[in-house]
C-alpha cells in the first residue's frame, strides 16, 4: 500500500468502508447510512483508489474483505466509536463533572478583584474544573487566543482583528489613593493639590505615560512621578507610609485600601472610565466550555451576565 496523505482523506469514506465491512455488501451499508447504492459503489471506487487494493473482493452474492480490509476493521471501527463519542462530548458540557482546565490571561489587577469569587463559585457548581491564570504580553494576546493556549482574556481595549471578539465587561473611574491624615490631599482638593504632590505609578513599563499624564498633557499639565513600580499591593503600602499618593480605579482602591490606612478621594480631572474588556476567538464562540467560563468571568465580575 502507498503513503497516504490524511490531509486528503475524507472522513465520510472512512465511514463507507466500516459501514460494509459490518454489513458485508454495498446495498446493505447504502441502507444503513441512508445513502443510494450508486453513492456508496463510488465511495468503495474512491477508497480503491485511496488504498491501491480492491479492500473487498466478489464471493458469490458477497464481498469478502481483503487481508487489508481485515486488518484495517477493528482498528477503524474504534477510531470511529471514538471520533463520534468525542464530538458528543464537545457538543455537550456539564460543569457538574467536568474536568476542564481554562487558561485566562489578566492582570494583577484583576486577579485580585477576580478569582476569589471565581474559586468561590467553581468550587460548589465545577469543583474538578481549574483555573490557570496568565499574564500574556499583549502584542502575544491574539496569538494565544488563536492557538488555543488562551481560552479567554481580560484586558483594556486592544486593537486586535475581527477574529476576536470582545465584550466591555466593566468601566471603572478612576480615584486618589491618599493616606489617612496626609496634611494637603483631603476632601474636595484641588488639581493645584494633585499637581503639587509626588506621586506613584504602578506600570509594568520602564517609561511612558499613564492614563491621566495623557489627560494632563492634553491640558498642558505635567505631574511629578517619584515612584514607578510594577505592583499595587506594594505601590498602597507606599502611599500609607508617606505622603506619595496614588491613582488607580476606584474598585481596586476600595479593596486594597481597607484597613491600609489609606483613602480613596475623588479625582480633581475629569477623566473617561477605564473599561475592561473580556476577548476570546471566533473560533470558540459556540462552544459550549467557553461560553460557560465567560458567564463565569463576567459574573464574578459582579456585573448582570449578558448572553455571550
Request: hydrophobic content about 45%; charged content about 25%.
Amino acid at each position: 500500500m502507498h503513503m497516504i496523505n490524511l490531509s486528503r482523506v475524507d472522513l465520510n469514506l472512512l465511514v463507507v468502508l466500516e459501514a460494509i465491512v459490518a454489513e458485508g455488501g454495498v446495498s446493505r451499508a447504502a441502507s444503513r447510512l441512508n445513502l443510494t447504492q450508486p453513492a456508496v459503489s463510488h465511495a468503495l471506487g474512491r477508497l480503491r483508489e485511496l488504498f491501491d487494493d480492491p479492500l473487498f473482493v466478489r464471493e458469490g452474492r458477497s464481498l469478502a474483505p481483503t487481508s487489508l480490509t481485515k486488518r484495517l476493521a477493528e482498528p477503524l471501527r474504534q477510531s470511529l466509536q471514538a471520533l463520534g463519542a468525542l464530538i458528543e462530548k464537545g457538543e455537550s458540557f456539564d460543569p457538574a463533572v467536568s474536568e476542564t482546565v481554562f487558561t485566562v490571561s489578566m492582570r494583577d489587577p484583576m486577579e485580585v478583584l477576580i478569582l476569589p469569587r471565581m474559586m468561590r463559585r467553581l468550587r460548589h457548581i465545577a469543583p474538578r474544573i481549574d483555573l490557570r491564570t496568565v499574564q500574556v504580553r499583549r502584542r502575544s494576546l491574539e496569538g494565544g487566543l488563536a492557538d488555543g493556549t488562551l481560552d479567554a482574556a481580560l484586558d483594556v481595549a486592544l486593537p486586535l482583528s475581527e477574529r476576536i471578539h470582545r465584550q466591555r465587561v466593566s468601566a471603572d473611574r478612576f480615584v486618589v489613593a491618599a493616606r489617612k491624615g496626609h496634611p494637603r490631599v483631603r476632601p474636595g482638593f484641588t488639581l493645584a493639590t494633585y499637581l503639587a504632590e509626588k506621586h506613584v505609578m504602578v506600570t509594568s513599563r520602564r517609561r511612558g505615560p499613564g492614563a491621566e499624564d495623557i489627560e494632563l498633557g492634553q491640558q498642558g499639565q505635567r505631574r511629578h512621578v517619584a515612584l514607578r513600580c510594577r505592583n499595587y499591593q506594594a505601590a498602597i503600602r507606599v502611599v500609607a507610609e508617606s505622603d506619595l499618593v496614588l491613582t488607580m480605579t476606584a474598585r481596586y482602591a476600595s479593596l486594597l485600601g481597607t484597613g491600609s490606612g489609606v483613602r480613596a478621594l475623588a479625582m480633581p480631572l475629569r477623566m473617561p472610565t477605564l473599561d475592561l474588556f473580556l476577548y476570546w476567538h471566533d473560533r470558540v464562540h459556540d462552544d459550549p466550555a467557553n461560553r460557560w467560563l465567560r458567564l463565569q468571568l463576567v459574573e464574578a465580575l459582579g456585573k448582570t451576565a449578558r448572553r455571550l
